[in-house]
C-alpha cells in the first residue's frame, strides 16, 4: 500500500530551503599544537560536501568560534569557500555578544565569500526580547547576505520568543532559523505565521522539526552521518514516512553517542578514528578521553551511518559505517 496518495505522488512534502536541506556545523581542525590546520580544514569541507552536504557552517560553536581569532575567521571562510567553490554554500557563524563586533564580523564574512551568516541570539548579557530585536536587524542591515539566527537557549541563556521571531521574519533578509530550543509548539506558531525557512539544531529532533514544517537541518551528527541524515530527509520529503523512521531510529545511537559530552569533543575524536581532519580541542575543552572515545566506537557502530541506496523489499540498509573503517 503506498504511503502517499497518487495526487502528490512525486512531490515534496518539504518547504522550500534557502541554504539546501542537509547542512554540517564544521570543526575547525587545529594542528597538534593547537595552531589552524587550513589544508584540513579544505579537506575536510570537501569531504563532508562529497557525503552529501548542501552547504556548511564555518566559525559557529562546532568550529570553536569562541578560541578562535577574528583573523582564524576570516582564513577559514575564505578557505572552504575555495574549497567547495559552487558545489556547496558556505554559511559562516558570525554571532558574539556584542552588536558591533558582530557586524564587523558579518562585513569580513561577506568579503570573504561567505553565502550567508548565522547569528546566534547575545549570551551571557541576557539582553531583553527589545535588545534581540536590535540586534538582529543591525546585523541583518550591515550587509547583502541572508541570515539565519541561532536561537539556542541552552547556551545563549535568552530564547527569542515567538513575539521578536515574528517580527524579525518581516526583515528581507532575514530568511531563516536554526532552531535548538527544542520547543515543537512555538516553533510550529512561528512556522504557521511567517516564511521563514527553519532547520533542526538539534539532531534528535531532525525528523520531529521536519514533521511540523522545518526544511532541512544543521547537524553536529552529520560529521560521520551525513548519508543517513539527509536520506531521512529526502524519504519524509517523498512522503516515505516509514523509512524516514526508520532511519531516524537508526541514527538514535549516534545522536546519543555525540553528545555524550560536548559536542565538538567528541565529532572531533570521531573523524580521528576514521583518519580525516580534526586536532585536538582548545581550552576551555578537553579531548575525549580513552574512555569516552571506546563509547563513541560502540555508539557509532551500533548506528546506521550510511544506509547506501534506496532499499528494495529488504527495507532500509542495515549495514553502519563505523569511522576507522575501511568503507568509511
Not at 570537501?46 to 583573523?71: F, K, M, Q, R, W
Request: hydrophobic fraction near 45%; charge should be negative; charged fraction near 15%.
Amino acid at each position: 500500500m503506498s504511503e502517499v496518495p497518487a495526487s502528490v505522488a512525486g512531490m515534496s512534502a518539504l518547504p522550500p530551503a534557502p541554504f539546501g536541506r542537509m547542512i554540517t556545523a564544521m570543526i575547525t581542525p587545529f594542528t597538534a599544537d593547537g595552531g589552524l590546520d587550513v589544508p584540513g580544514a579544505a579537506a575536510l569541507a570537501e569531504h563532508l560536501v562529497d557525503a552529501g552536504n548542501d552547504a556548511l557552517v564555518i566559525n559557529g560553536t562546532t568550529g570553536e568560534s569562541p578560541t578562535t581569532s577574528d583573523a582564524e575567521k576570516d582564513i577559514l571562510v575564505r578557505v572552504v569557500r575555495d574549497a567547495v567553490g559552487s558545489r556547496a554554500q558556505v554559511i559562516a557563524g558570525v554571532g558574539t555578544n556584542d552588536t558591533r563586533h558582530t557586524v564587523e564580523l558579518a562585513e569580513a564574512a561577506e568579503k570573504a565569500g561567505a553565502d550567508g551568516l548565522l547569528v546566534v541570539a547575545p549570551y551571557y548579557n541576557k539582553p531583553p526580547q527589545a535588545g534581540l530585536l536590535a540586534h538582529f536587524r543591525a546585523v541583518a542591515d550591515a550587509t547583502s547576505l541572508p541570515v539565519m539566527i541561532y536561537d539556542i537557549p541552552g547556551r545563549s541563556g535568552v530564547p527569542v520568543a515567538t513575539e521578536t521571531l515574528l517580527k524579525l521574519a518581516e526583515h528581507s533578509r532575514i530568511v531563516a532559523v536554526k532552531d535548538a530550543k527544542d520547543d515543537l509548539s512555538a516553533s510550529s506558531w512561528v512556522l504557521a505565521n511567517t516564511g521563514l525557512a527553519y532547520y533542526s539544531g538539534t539532531d534528535v529532533l531532525n525528523l520531529p522539526l521536519l514533521s511540523v514544517g522545518a526544511c532541512g537541518v544543521v547537524s553536529v551528527v552529520g560529521h560521520v552521518a551525513s548519508p543517513a541524515i539527509r536520506a531521512m530527509i529526502e524519504a519524509f520529503g517523498a512522503g516515505e514516512v516509514g523509512r524516514a523512521i526508520a532511519l531516524h531510529k537508526g541514527l538514535l545511537p549516534a545522536y546519543q553517542g555525540i553528545f555524550r559530552t560536548q559536542g565538538v569533543i567528541t565529532a572531533k575524536a570521531a573523524l580521528a578514528m576514521a583518519g580525516l581532519p580534526a586536532g585536538p580541542v582548545r581550552s576551555p575543552l578537553v579531548d575525549a578521553t580513552e574512555a569516552e572515545r571506546a563509547q563513541l566506537r560502540a555508539d557509532l557502530a551500533a548506528a546506521v551511518l550510511d544506509p547506501g541506496p534506496p532499499p528494495g523489499p529488504a527495507g532500509p540498509g542495515a549495514a553502519a559505517v563505523v569511522p576507522g573503517t575501511a568503507a568509511s
